[in-house]
C-alpha cells in the first residue's frame, strides 16, 4: 500500500483504504478501481492523495520509496556478503549508499511532521539496517543535528550489525537469555566486533565507529558489551539505541518478534531510564502506534480498520467498524474517529 498524491493517480490504480469526507462519511470505498471520471472527482473533492494497493506489505507507508530501498538493499547486501576480516575495500560505498537514503527522505515535504506507519516483519538484517538507518535520519533531522552529523549516523545504522555478519548462531526470533551460554556471550560481541572491523578505516569518523560500538549500550549501563556506566555517549549514539531498539522487536533480531505498539509501550517504559527521554519522544511523534490498514479490536469487542491517522495523537486513530461485537460483520459504514469517542480504546491489533 502506498500514500499517492491524486495528480499521480492512474487509470487501474485500486484504492487500498476508504476515502473519507470531512466528516468521516465515505466518499469513495475500498478496492474501487480508479477511472479518469474518479480521478477528476478526487480532485473536484480536494482530495490530495489517498492510498493505493501495491505489492508492498500490507498497511505499510513507508519512509523510503519502494524503489530507492530495492537499490539501497541491493547495494548494502552485495557490499556485507563481499566484505572479509582481510579486505574492507567495499566498505567506503556504503558513504554514498547512506546519501541516497537522506536525500531521498530531505526530497519529502515536511517529513519530520508526518506520522510513518511500519509493521513487523521478518529478521532481515538488511532490511533491519536500513529501517534503522531511515528513522534515526528523521529524528536527526527532526533534532536539528548537522549536516555531517547526519551522515555519519546515516552510514552507522548501515553499518551498525557487521558483526553479526560471520556470527554461526540462531539469533532470530530468540531472546538472548533463551540462548545457551556460549551463543548469548557471541551474539552480545557483535558490538565489539564490528568496530574491531571499521575502526582503522580513514574515510568513517570516529563519532560512526562510536555508534557501530555503543549501539546496544544503554544510559543507565544496563546495556552489552561493554557497559558504559558513567560514560556520556553520543546523541547520535542514544538515537541509534533508540531505533535499533525498536526496529529489531518488529523484526525479532536477538530478541522475540512483538507487534509495534507492544515496542513503543517498551520505549514508553524505559524513557528516561535507559534510554534518552527526549529522543524516545521524538520517536513516539514520528511513529504511528496502530498502523494504517492494520485491523485492531476495541475495548468494545468490535474489530476494525485502522483508516487515518490523528497527527497529534498517534494511539487515537480514525477507525472503520467491519464486525461488531458478536464477530458478525457489520454492512453499514460504520466510522470513529477515536478522538471523539473518547470511551473507547484499541485493545489488541492482529
Known amino acids: 500500500m502506498r500514500l499517492t498524491p491524486v495528480e499521480d493517480l492512474k487509470e487501474s490504480d485500486i484504492l487500498a483504504i476508504d476515502v473519507l469526507n470531512s466528516d468521516y462519511t465515505v466518499l469513495l470505498a475500498a478496492d474501487t478501481s480508479l477511472t479518469v471520471e474518479i480521478i477528476a472527482r478526487l480532485k473536484q473533492s480536494n482530495v490530495t492523495e489517498v492510498y493505493i494497493r501495491t505489492e508492498d506489505i500490507p498497511g505499510e507507508v513507508e519512509i523510503l520509496k519502494q524503489d530507492v530501498r530495492k537499490e539501497v538493499h541491493s547495494t548494502l547486501q552485495a557490499v556485507i556478503e563481499k566484505h572479509n576480516f582481510t579486505d574492507n575495500s567495499e566498505l567506503s560505498r556504503l558513504s554514498e549508499t547512506a546519501d541516497v537514503i537522506i536525500t531521498n527522505i530531505l526530497e519529502e515535504d515536511d517529513v519530520v511532521e508526518k506520522l510513518y506507519d511500519i509493521r513487523r516483519r521478518s529478521a532481515d538484517i538488511y532490511e533491519h539496517c536500513i529501517s534503522v538507518c531511515s528513522i534515526s535520519t528523521l529524528i536527526a533531522l527532526k533534532r536539528g543535528l548537522k549536516e555531517e552529523q547526519v551522515h555519519d549516523i546515516g552510514v552507522a545504522c548501515l553499518l551498525h550489525e557487521i558483526g553479526l555478519k560471520d556470527l554461526q548462531i540462531e539469533y532470530e526470533n530468540i531472546e538472548i537469555y533463551d540462548m545457551n551460554k556460549e551463543d548469548a556471550e557471541k551474539y552480545k560481541k557483535h558490538p565489539n566486533i564490528g568496530y574491531q572491523i571499521v575502526k582503522d578505516e580513514d574515510w568513517l569518523s570516529d563519532a560512526a565507529k562510536d555508534m557501530i560500538r555503543y549501539h546496544h549500550e544503554r544510559i543507565d549501563g544496563s546495556g552489552y558489551p561493554n557497559k558504559v556506566t558513567g560514560v ?57 502506534v496502530y498502523p494504517v490498514g492494520s485491523y485492531v479490536q476495541t475495548s468494545d469487542g468490535e474489530v476494525a480498520v485502522v483508516l487515518r491517522q490523528n497527527r497529534e495523537f498517534p494511539d487515537r486513530p480514525v477507525i472503520r467498524i467491519i464486525k461488531n461485537k458478536d464477530g458478525n460483520p457489520v454492512k453499514n459504514i460504520i466510522i470513529k474517529d477515536l478522538l471523539k469517542y473518547t470511551t473507547l480504546f484499541i485493545e489488541d491489533i492482529s
Open 232 to 288: 556520556d555517549t553520543s546523541e547520535s549514539c542514544k538515537i541509534i539505541q533508540t531505533c535499533d531498539v525498536f526496529d529489531e522487536f518488529i523484526c525479532g533480531i536477538g530478541c522475540e518478534r512483538v507487534k509495534v505498539y507492544e515496542a513503543l509501550e517498551y520505549l514508553k517504559i524505559y524513557k528516561g531510564t535507559k534510554f534518552e527521554k527526549d529522543i524516545v519522544d521524538d520517536f513516539l511523534a514520528l511513529i504511528a
